[in-house]
């Protein structure tokens, strides 16, 4: 344990830190599953909402430094093009 009063600071600050990032990387991980699963459901109208609140979820995380901002991008074009072939799918099925 910290005996000096700046390393016993320092010590409450990281505690602090910790948490933040540990609740902003939760928040990161359960929008990308909730997407994930309406990509499975195929309902194209939860679809666009959730791919809405996701994208800005994860450009939140870049602000934050949760995430590198080019692996925020790679994430959101990566799920765009999941989202758009989704659509895709369900129009030609509908057809």
């Known amino acids: ?5 700046s390393a016993l600071k320092r010590a409450r600050q990281t505690e602090t830190k910790t948490a933040a990032n540990r609740s902003n990387k939760s928040r990161v991980r359960v929008v990308l599953r ?6 499975t459901s195929g309902d194209t109208k939860t679809l666009d909402a959730t791919f809405s609140a996701t994208v800005s979820t994860l450009d939140k995380s ?4 949760v995430l590198h901002k080019n692996t925020a991008s790679r994430y959101k074009a990566r799920l ?7 659509k895709t799918a369900t129009k030609t099925a509908a057809k």
């Open 62 to 65: 870049v602000q934050k430094g």
């Open 80 to 86: 765009n093009a999941r989202v758009k072939a989704a």
């Open 1 to 5: 344990m910290a005996n000096h009063v």
């Open 34 to 39: 909730n997407l994930r699963t309406a990509l």
